[in-house]
C-alpha cells in the first residue's frame, strides 16, 4: 500500500465525522429512493437486506481490521439490491439472473440465465451510484472504528501488562514503540508500511501511557548494587585480578613504542624489534593465565551462598504459582536464563572490556602526546568523529527497538513451540498437521528475522568503526607529515592512534553491552517482584505446624480472582479435622482452585484460610516444620520425573524408607508385576506411552501418596480425580485402600475430587460439597 495522506485522514476520523458522512451518504440515497417511491423509507424487506450487507463489510473489517474497498461480493449485493429497488418482482426472480454488470456506456445491465439482457435507465445507474457510496461511507466509518477500538486493545493490553510487570519501559520513547508493534501485528496483513502506523500514531490520544513507570538504568548506580549483593567478602579478590588484567594491557599499550623507537634516526634496531616481539607475546601469555584464574573465581562467586545461583533458584522457587501462569513457563525460564547470565557479564565486560581499554586509551595517550602533540591531537580528532558516528548509528540502526523486538519474538515462539509440542497427539490426529507446520514455520522465521535485525547492529558498528579508522589513518597521515614526517613518529602515530581508537570503540561496544546486561537483570528482578525476601522475612515469624493444636479447616468470605475472572466467589467452609469431604461440581466450577488455596498453595485475594485456628499464611511452609510435610497430595495426573522410579516413589518423603515398604506399596495398588525393579528408568511427564499408561501413572501416584501419609503422618490429605484412566475394577481396589488408610488415620482430613459418582459411593465421605461457578451450594 502507497502512504497516502486520505488513508490516515480516513482512518483517524471521529465517530461523530463519520457519523456525518454517513448521514450525508445516505441523505443522497433517500433523495433518490423518494422519487421511486414517492416516500423516503425503503420497504423492509430492503432494509434487511441493507443492515445485511452492512454486516458483511463490518465482519470482514472485524476479521481483518482493515478493509482497502469493497469486494467484488458486496458490490454484486449493492448492485442486486439496485435492481430490486428499482424493479421489486426482481427479487422473487433473483435466483434468474446471471449477473449485472455495468456495460462501456456505463449502464447497468441485468443479465439473465435464459440469455436475455435488460439494460437500466440514468436513474437506476445514479441510484447505484449513490448505493455505493453510501456502503462505502460506511466501510470508512468502521475502519475508522475499528482502529480506534484497536489502539484502545492495544493500550489497555499495554498497561495492563505494564501494571503485571510483563512489559516494562526503559524510556519514554518506548511506550510509542509498543504501540507501534501492536500496529504492525494487526495492520501488517493490510499492506500498512511502517512510515503509515507512525503517522497514524501522530493522530492517537496515548495519554493514558503517560503515568506507566520509567525503568531508568542508571549504569553506575545499579552495578554497586550488583556488587553490595553478590560481591560480599569477595571485592578485593574481584579488584586485584581486575588490577592484574590491566598489566597485560599496559604492556600491549606500551609495546608500540619499542617497536618505534627500533626506526630512530632512519636506522633499524633489531633488539628494538625482538623486545617489542616478547611484549606482545608476553603480554598476550600473562593475559590468558589471569584469565583462567578469573573465570575460576567468578564461578566460585556465583556458587557460593547468597551467590547468584542461590539467588536465582530462591526466587523461581518462591514465585507465586498465579505469577508464573501470569508470564507464562517460557518467558519466566527465558527471562531468569538471560538474568543469571547478564550478572557475570557485568562482572566480565568490566574486567575485559573497560578497565584495559581505559589502560590501553591512557597509556597509548601518553606515548603519543610524548612522541607528537599534533598527532595526538589528530588522534583526538578522528576518536571524536568515532564517538558521534556512533551516536548516529545508534539512533538510525534502531539498536534497542531491535533488542525489544528480537527478545519479544523469541518469547513468542518459545511459548507456541511448547504449546504446539506438548499438543503434538493431539495436533497429529486432528488433522491439523498442516497447520501446526505452517505455524511452526512462521514462528521460526518471525524469529530468525528479529535476530538478523538484531545482529545488522554489529554488522553496522564493524563498518562505521572501519569508516571511522579510515578517516583516523587520513588524518593520521597529515598530522605525521606536519610533526614532520620521521619514520618513528608516523609509526608512533599509526600504532599509538590504531590502539587509542580501538579503545574508544571497545568502550562504546562496552557500554551497549552493560546497558543489555543491566536491561536484563531489571526484567529478572521486576518479574521476581521481591518475592524470595518476602518470603524469606515472613518465615522468620511464623509458626511451626506441630504448634497447631487441631487440623479443623476454616474459610471466611475467600475470593479468588485470576486474569480479571473471579474463580472463587465468597466461599465460607468448615472442615472438622478428620472428615472426608467430597467436593462435587462440573469441570471449572472452582474445586481443584479452592484445594490449592486451603493447602495454601494459591493466596486468596481476600478472605480469610485457616489451619487449626491458625491462618495457612502464618504456618511455617520451609524445614522439618512445614505444613507441606503434613500434606499429601494426588494430582489428576501425576507428574513422573526423569529418574528410577524408586525416587519417583520417594519423592517427597523427609524419612528413609525401605525398598521392601515401596514394594509392598506396590504390591497394594496392583503394580508389582508390572515394575519389580525400582531402579527402572521412567519417563518426565504426566505418563508416557513408552513407559507407563495413563493408569499406571495413576496407581504410582496414589503408591506415593501412601508412602508420603504413613512416613510423614499426614495431616490432610487432597486426591484430585484419582481414579482416572483406570478400569472399573481399579477404581474399587482404590476405594478400599482409601478407606482402609482413613480408618487407621481418624484425625486426618481427607479431601476428595471426583466426576465419578460410582467411586465416591464406594467411599466413606462424612461431608458433601457442591460449587458452581465458583461458590458453594450446598454442604
Not at 261 to 278: C, P, R
Not at 282 to 293: H, P, T, V, W
Request: with cysteine.
Amino acid at each position: 500500500m502507497n502512504f497516502e495522506k486520505n488513508i490516515i485522514e480516513d482512518l483517524t476520523k471521529t465517530q461523530k465525522e463519520s457519523f456525518s458522512e454517513k448521514k450525508e451518504k445516505l441523505d443522497s440515497v433517500k433523495d433518490v429512493l423518494q422519487e421511486k417511491f414517492e416516500q423516503e423509507n425503503l420497504p423492509k424487506d430492503l432494509v434487511l437486506e441493507m443492515i445485511n450487507i452492512r454486516k458483511e463489510i463490518k465482519d470482514k473489517i472485524e476479521e481483518e481490521n482493515f478493509v482497502d474497498s469493497l469486494d467484488e461480493s458486496v458490490d454484486n449485493r449493492i448492485k442486486l439490491l439496485m435492481a430490486e429497488i428499482y424493479n421489486p418482482e426482481l427479487k422473487e426472480e433473483a435466483g434468474e439472473i446471471e449477473e449485472i454488470i455495468e456495460n462501456k456506456e456505463g449502464r447497468v445491465e441485468i443479465i439473465f440465465k435464459d440469455g436475455k439482457k435488460e439494460v437500466l435507465g440514468n436513474n437506476e445507474t445514479e441510484l447505484l451510484s449513490s448505493l455505493r457510496l453510501y456502503f462505502d461511507s460506511y466501510r470508512l466509518a468502521h475502519n475508522a472504528s475499528k482502529f480506534r477500538a484497536n489502539i484502545n486493545e492495544i493500550k489497555s493490553g499495554i498497561i495492563k501488562d505494564s501494571q503485571d510487570r510483563k512489559l516494562n519501559f526503559y524510556s519514554e520513547k518506548e511506550k510509542k514503540e509498543e504501540v507501534l508493534s501492536g500496529l504492525q501485528e494487526k495492520y501488517e496483513k493490510a499492506g500498512f508500511s511502517e512510515k503509515e502506523l507512525k503517522e497514524l500514531i501522530k493522530f492517537c490520544d496515548l495519554k493514558d501511557l503517560d503515568d506507566l513507570p520509567i525503568h531508568e538504568i542508571k549504569i553506575m548506580s545499579k552495578i554497586q548494587d550488583i556488587f553490595s549483593r553478590f560481591m560480599k567478602g569477595d571485592k578485593a579478590k574481584y579488584i586485584g585480578l581486575s588490577a592484574a588484567l590491566m598489566i597485560p594491557a599496559f604492556i600491549q599499550g606500551y609495546a608500540p613504542m619499542l617497536f618505534a623507537d627500533a626506526f630512530k634516526n632512519n636506522t633499524t634496531d633489531i633488539n628494538q624489534i625482538i623486545l617489542f616481539s616478547l611484549a606482545s607475546v608476553g603480554g598476550a601469555g600473562l593475559s590468558a593465565l589471569i584469565q583462567k584464574q578469573y573465570k575460576d573465581f567468578v564461578n566460585k562467586n556465583y556458587q557460593k551462598d547468597g551467590g547468584v545461583s542461590e539467588f536465582t533458584a530462591k526466587n523461581l522457587t518462591e514465585m507465586p504459582p498465579n505469577e508464573t501462569k501470569k508470564f507464562g513457563l517460557e518467558t519466566v525460564k527465558h527471562r531468569a536464563s538471560e538474568g543469571r547470565n547478564s550478572y557475570e557479564n557485568v562482572l566480565n565486560t568490566f574486567s575485559f572490556n573497560i578497565l584495559p581499554a581505559v589502560t590501553t586509551l591512557t597509556t597509548s595517550a601518553a606515548m603519543l602526546y610524548g612522541k607528537s602533540p599534533i598527532l595526538a591531537a589528530g588522534t583526538a580528532l578522528a576518536s571524536g568523529l568515532t564517538i558521534t558516528l556512533d551516536k548516529y548509528f545508534q539512533k538510525a540502526g534502531r539498536f534497542w527497538e531491535k533488542e525489544r523486538s528480537a527478545e519479544r519474538t523469541s518469547e513468542q515462539m518459545a511459548k507456541k513451540l511448547n504449546e504446539q509440542l506438548n499438543a503434538h497427539m493431539e495436533v497429529i490426529l486432528a488433522g491439523e498437521k498442516e497447520k501446526f507446520f505452517n505455524e511452526i514455520r512462521e514462528f521460526i522465521e518471525k524469529e530468525k528475522i528479529a535476530q538478523s535485525e538484531k545482529g545488522f547492529f554489529k554488522v553496522l558498528e564493524e563498518a562505521y568503526f572501519r569508516f571511522a579508522n579510515s578517516i583516523n589513518l587520513t588524518l593520521l597521515g597529515v598530522t605525521s607529515l606536519l610533526a614532520g614526517g620521521a619514520p618513528d613518529k608516523m609509526i608512533a602515530a599509526v600504532l599509538y592512534s590504531g590502539n587509542f581508537n580501538r579503545g574508544i570503540q571497545d568502550l562504546l561496544s562496552a557500554k551497549r553491552s552493560l546497558l543489555r546486561s543491566l536491561r536484563n537483570i531489571m526484567q529478572m528482578e521486576l518479574m521476581f517482584n521481591g518475592y524470595a525476601k518476602e518470603e524469606e522475612e515472613k518465615e522468620k515469624d511464623r509458626i511451626g505446624i506441630s504448634s497447631i493444636k487441631n487440623n479443623d479447616i476454616n474459610l471466611k468470605d475467600v475470593n479468588v480472582e485470576l486474569d480479571n475472572k473471579k474463580i472463587l466467589d465468597n466461599v465460607n467452609l468448615n472442615i472438622p479435622s478428620g472428615s472426608m469431604v467430597y467436593l462435587q461440581g462440573a469441570s471449572g466450577a472452582g474445586k481443584t482452585t479452592l484445594m490449592k488455596i486451603i493447602s495454601g498453595y494459591y493466596q486468596p485475594s481476600s478472605g480469610e484460610v485457616k489451619f487449626g485456628d491458625v491462618p495457612v499464611e502464618n504456618i511455617k511452609k520451609t524445614g522439618e516444620e512445614s505444613i507441606y510435610n503434613k500434606i499429601a497430595y494426588l494430582s489428576q495426573f501425576p507428574y513422573l520425573f526423569d529418574d528410577s522410579l524408586r525416587n519417583n516413589l520417594k519423592f517427597g518423603l523427609k524419612t528413609e524408607i525401605k525398598d521392601e515398604q515401596i514394594m509392598e506399596t506396590l504390591n497394594e495398588v496392583g503394580l508389582s508385576k508390572r515394575f519389580n525393579n525400582l531402579d527402572e528408568k521412567i519417563f518426565g511427564g504426566s505418563g508416557d506411552a513408552g513407559k507407563t499408561s495413563g493408569g499406571e501413572t495413576s496407581r504410582i501416584g496414589l503408591a506415593r501418596v501412601l508412602l508420603k501419609i504413613r512416613s510423614s503422618d499426614s495431616k490432610l490429605v487432597f486426591l484430585d480425580e484419582p481414579t482416572a484412566s483406570v478400569d472399573q475394577d481399579t477404581k474399587q481396589d482404590i476405594a478400599e485402600i482409601i478407606n482402609n488408610e482413613k480408618a487407621k488415620r481418624p484425625e486426618t482430613t481427607f479431601i476428595v475430587i471426583s466426576h465419578d459418582e460410582k467411586f465416591v459411593e464406594m467411599l466413606d465421605c462424612s461431608i458433601r460439597v457442591e460449587m458452581e461457578r465458583g461458590k458453594i451450594i450446598e454442604k
